[in-house]
């Protein structure tokens, strides 16, 4: 397996663009999270999804940000419009159920 | 907050010299969890440990678990360079399917 997925690896915009980064989980996993790591708050979970649907998702900085899973093997995290305050590292993590949380390797979003 | 908590903040010892980190946590939990992040890396899986386990091992780590006092420790025996990382553990709550809470992390420097 080739573990968690993102994409884009990094991504630079401009203040007021639309940002969408994505997941793919790993296979058989049913559980997906977003998270958000700064050097000055740390790792913040933002949202999981249990089988798809959205559980809790009240880490969610504001109505800028959204998250959608519409199916197993895919999930994106958008964030529009953007602000500078959004650059940090975004990280997309998937399990079963509350066992071990596979990382993926992150995308740098920076915010111009 | 219900977010774990680590002890220390910071760790430098040198090579072959054992690290041990501490975490505190709030309320009853099913089970508990570390991770190591490097530098610009996502976070990786070490180990799990039950509410109902006192004690795991796992190659050069040993994990401790004491419910009545909240709190977990992380030993790392005979250190080497390369686990120069920050580490980090995570709870799963009694009522949360699958939400992991995050401490604050340790970073550990061993120097040669």
């Known amino acids: 397996d080739a573990g968690v997925i993102q994409s884009p690896r990094h991504e630079v915009t401009e203040m007021g663009q639309e940002v969408t980064l994505r997941c793919k989980p790993i296979s058989g996993h049913n559980s997906l999270f977003w998270y958000r790591q700064t050097m000055m708050r740390g790792l913040e979970l933002l949202i999981y999804?249990?089988?798809?649907?959205?559980?809790?998702d009240s880490g969610m900085p504001e109505d800028r940000f959204s998250a959608k899973m519409p199916n197993a093997s895919f999930s994106t995290l958008k964030i529009q419009p953007s602000e500078p305050r959004d650059s940090a590292v975004y990280f997309c993590?998937?399990?079963?159920?509350?066992?071990?949380?596979?990382f993926g390797p992150g995308t740098r979003l920076t915010v111009l | 907050s219900q977010q774990g908590e680590e002890d220390p903040q910071a760790l430098s010892i040198q090579e072959g010299e054992n690290a041990t980190m501490n975490c505190s946590y709030k309320?009853?939990?099913?089970?508990l969890q570390w991770y190591r992040q490097n530098s610009g890396r996502g976070l990786v899986h070490l180990i799990l440990i039950r509410s109902n386990e006192r004690e795991k091992h796992s190659g050069r780590l040993r994990v401790t678990l004491d419910t009545s006092k909240k709190s977990s420790s992380l030993l790392i025996t005979a250190s080497r360079a390369a686990d120069t990382a920050s580490y980090f553990c995570a709870t799963l709550f009694t009522g949360t399917a699958s939400k992991l809470t995050f401490g604050t992390g340790t970073r550990l420097q061993v120097t040669l």
């Open positions: 309320t009853s939990i099913n089970n």
């Open positions: 993590a998937s399990s079963f159920f509350g066992d071990e949380q596979f």
């Open positions: 999804f249990n089988n798809n649907v959205p559980i809790d």
